[in-house]
Nanobody
Framework: QSQLVESGGGLVQPGESLRLSCTTS????????IGWFRQAPGKEREGISC????????TYADSVKGRFLISRDNVKNTVYLQMQGLKPEDTAIYYC????????????????????WGQGTQVTVSS
């Protein structure tokens, strides 16, 4: 079963930055819309950002808009999530997923319909 691999998480202080990576050797990410999601303890998995196939248009949740940036490197078959100005409420396990459809809005960047989930990477923001 195809699976994505997330990496780049860690423990940082408020205001600091991290860059998460999402990659796989199982398929070509450029052919799919890739989303980043997170799940905090006791909460449901939520969509953070998506980058669409074909035209690389992006969507962002209001909670991360202006602080997070999603991008692709097709040569490396990797999708990144650059996170700046991290806050304690950003603490969660971060996952990436793939889908064949286009997310025309952030509402469509939701976990249902995405697949190839990896094990996730833990991001902890604490002083």
């Amino acid at each position: 079963q195809s699976q994505l691999v997330e990496s780049g998480g860690g423990l940082v202080q408020p205001g600091e930055s991290l860059r998460l990576s999402c990659t796989t050797s199982d398929f070509t990410l450029a052919r799919y819309t890739i989303g980043w999601f997170r799940q905090a303890p006791g909460k449901e998995r939520e969509g953070i950002s998506c980058i669409n196939k074909n035209d690389n248009t992006t969507t962002y949740a209001d909670s991360v808009k202006g602080r997070f940036l999603i991008s692709r490197d097709n040569v490396k078959n990797t999708v990144y999530l650059q996170m700046q100005g991290l806050k304690p409420e950003d603490t969660a396990i971060y996952y990436c997923g793939a889908t064949a459809w286009i997310a025309t809005s952030q509402a469509e960047c939701a976990p249902m319909g995405f697949y190839a989930w990896g094990q996730g990477t833990q991001v902890t923001v604490s002083s």
